[in-house]
């Protein structure tokens, strides 16, 4: 009786303690089931400019995208684009965060505006590359997975001018 109250208790907080200690990973707003950070691998390259691009995460409200530059000179900057919708308006507003002082080393990417944890990985599962970001929330650790899209789109007239430093004669 003993032994099998023993491994019930034992069975009991193994269940428990995995429980809590899991990672929640998400991709597109939804909850990657079954999916853990062995699931992902570092995505390095040996110019950084590799990983100038779109990254898309989130859905719907909830949305947003990242898009990475890196100059010629190999100067590095960041822009968070999303919607937010205004009652006052009535109608959803477009929002953009600059950052830069953007420094990216090995397959990590930091900025002093940031505040974010992020890493460039693949998803092996689906052979997808993207951006790994992680955060706490209710003292709950979790993951958001934004996949590449694809090259920079830069809305505007003069797009260019988002992506690349200008000379004076320009």
Same mark, same amino acid.
């Given at each position: 009786m003993k032994k099998v109250i023993t491994t019930s208790i034992c069975i009991m907080v193994l269940l428990f303690t995995s429980a809590f200690s899991a990672e929640e990973i998400y991709w597109g707003g939804e909850d990657l089931e079954g999916v853990?950070?062995?699931?992902?691998? &570092?995505?390095?390259?040996?110019? $950084?400019?590799?990983?100038?691009?779109?990254?898309?995460?989130?859905?719907?409200?909830?949305?947003?995208?990242?898009? $990475? $530059? *890196?100059?010629?000179?190999?100067? $590095?900057?960041?822009?968070?684009? #999303?919607?937010?919708?205004?009652?006052? &308006?009535?109608? #959803?507003?477009?929002? *953009?965060?600059?950052?830069?002082n953007v420094k990216i080393s090995g397959n990590k990417i930091t900025s002093s505006g940031f505040g974010m944890d992020a890493e460039f990985v693949i998803y092996t599962k689906e052979n997808v590359r993207g951006i790994l970001e992680s955060y706490t929330e209710n003292g709950k650790k979790s993951y958001e997975f934004g996949n590449y899209v694809g090259a920079l789109s830069m809305p505007g007239k003069y797009p260019e001018m988002s992506i690349r430093e200008i000379t004076k004669e320009e």
């Open positions: 853990t950070l062995k699931d992902f691998r &570092k995505d390095t390259v040996s110019d $950084i400019s590799k990983y100038k691009g779109e990254y898309h995460f989130g859905e719907s409200e909830a949305e947003s995208t990242l898009k $990475i $530059i *890196v100059t010629p000179a190999g100067k $590095i900057y960041a822009q968070l684009y #999303w919607s937010e919708y205004s009652d006052k &308006k009535n109608k #959803w507003d477009l929002i *953009v965060e600059n950052y830069n």
